[in-house]
């Protein structure tokens, strides 16, 4: 569901939140972290989140400590980041892509093929538009510590594979919860269905949705590739991803111990990317050898010419993306 009213959300999240024990905000009170995760046991980004708050413990002598929900057991990524930037939870591993209600800014990593590789997106979220974006999550109750690895999303569906967009018409594809990518699907000729994350393989197998778009480690660990069997190599998302704090939590540390903390979330950021990379090769293959039908796309170009709108529209609703765009697409 896109949230069309943020206000109204907030303020049902906030009421969710004081209504939640006074028991969880005595232990808040001391520093005791709980942290939302979409993902599974032994992914990376939980085995890198696991090792954040481990470490975290460690560095403030036990003025923090936490532990990891995994699973999105605590709410979906929309829910959860309204419950971080009102301190109902801590901390959090997030991907910047259902991140653009909450802070516009961010919408630019949501354009289609804006990052020209994995490297060229390293290269610019760890230089200046990095800390950009980082300052504008700040402005709303989120402290990005830390860029994790999303790969590249891609495209797959259940019937047959996607060569160019034609064959994407008819097909209804679930996206995650941003306009933006109603708007990318339907410039490709497809219809979308914004949609929470653990609703997508059900909707895969009953027809609701006939596609979805995401990474290797992600179709491989949600097993939609049992029955989404047919992946396209579209690449036409690299998303960074963000280990996050809430503002309240932040400000509860002293100086000393926020650069103590911000340094383990960086070294959790490279134990993610080295755990990212292998992930990569290893659910490819996994998925290939069951029986996944690839196709690769040699010539993008087609798709890439139906996002023009996309960009006039995301850049029409916020102007502001224009410099980011520029300084984007002018990083080597
Ligand atoms: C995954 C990502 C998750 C979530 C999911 C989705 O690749 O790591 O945070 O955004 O995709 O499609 O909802």
Redesign the pocket.
Known sequence: MIIKNPTKKLGKTLALVTAMSAATFASVAQADWKGWN??NTG?P?TVAMDSFIKDAEKVTDGRVSGRVYNGAVLGS?SDAIQMLQVGGIQFA???L??MGDAVPEVNVVSLPFIFKSLDHMHRVMDGPVGDQLSDAMAKKGIISLAWYD??A?SFYNTSKPIKTPADMKGEKF?V??NELYVGMVEALGGNATPM??SE?YQSLKTGVVDG????W??YDS?NHFEVAPYYSLTEHLI?P?CLCVSVKAWNGLSSSDQVAVKKAARDSSTLQRKLWAERDTESRKKVLASGVKFNEIKDKSAFQNAMKPVYAKAVKDNPSLKTFIDQIQNTQ
Do not use: C, T
Not at 212 to 215: P, V
């Open positions: 979409i993902h992914y980004v990524q591993g997030f991907n892509g259902p999303g790969g999303r679930r995650m919860n929470a994350y997508v979805a778009e995401n990474n480690p992600s949600s998303l991803e």
